[in-house]
């Protein structure tokens, strides 16, 4: 079964940081780019970074970048999201996801239904 698991969500205060990690099992995922959207309520879902299957110059939403960083373990099947300065505006479900090709296709290789996605993990950004 194929299968992307998140952990590693939970409730931190305005400043505060969170590392979530994504295990994918069930097939190699030899080229596949894997990443991190996020969707809070009542709002759709947002691309926050990806990182290519070579491991290198991993993209970034505009909301988030130079505050989480992207990066994949090959060998174990990970990707991790580092959050940093958290602000309430981060709060959210946030899902991994991966799918057969660059970066940039992601968005479109999902709207044709062939990537992957996980469940998600919530995290929460409050006083």
């Known amino acids: 079964q194929v299968q992307l698991v998140e952990s590693g969500g939970g409730l931190v205060r305005p400043g505060g940081s969170l590392r979530l990690s994504c295990q994918a099992s069930?097939?190699?995922?030899?080229?596949?780019?894997m990443g991190w959207y996020r969707q809070a309520p009542g709002k759709e879902r947002e691309f926050v970074g990806a990182?290519?299957?070579?491991?290198?110059?991993?993209v970034y939403g505009d909301s988030v970048k130079d505050r989480f960083t992207v990066t994949r373990d090959k060998a174990a099947n990970t990707v991790d999201l580092q959050l940093s300065d958290l602000q309430p505006e981060d709060t959210a479900v946030y899902y991994c996801?991966?799918?057969?090709?660059?970066?940039?296709?992601?968005?479109?290789?999902?709207?044709?239904?062939?990537?992957?996605w996980g469940k998600g993990t919530l995290v929460t950004v409050s006083s």
């Open positions: 990182i290519p299957w070579t491991g290198d110059n991993a």
């Open positions: 069930g097939r190699p995922f030899n080229g596949y780019a």
């Open positions: 996801a991966a799918a057969r090709g660059s970066v940039q296709a992601m968005s479109s290789l999902f709207q044709a239904g062939l990537g992957l």
